[in-house]
């Protein structure tokens, strides 16, 4: 009988969960926003020209 080939896990792309968050002494910070409509503990994508909710697809332009 011959192996399988075993396929390598692939590393997610997206960000990493301690990096939304500032900690700065015994604080700690949320550096994304929160979505108005979903409410808190859903943050809202950062790209560069604009704000978007992945839940509801709320979604905030920002100003030049």
Known sequence: M???KT???KKSQ????????EISGDR???KNKTCPKCGDGIFMARHHDRDTCGKCSY???RKK
């Open 2 to 4: 011959t192996k399988k």
């Open 7 to 9: 396929r390598e896990k």
């Open 14 to 21: 997206g960000s990493k969960r301690w990096e939304i968050y």
């Open 28 to 30: 700690i910070r949320k």
């Open 59 to 61: 979604t905030e332009f």
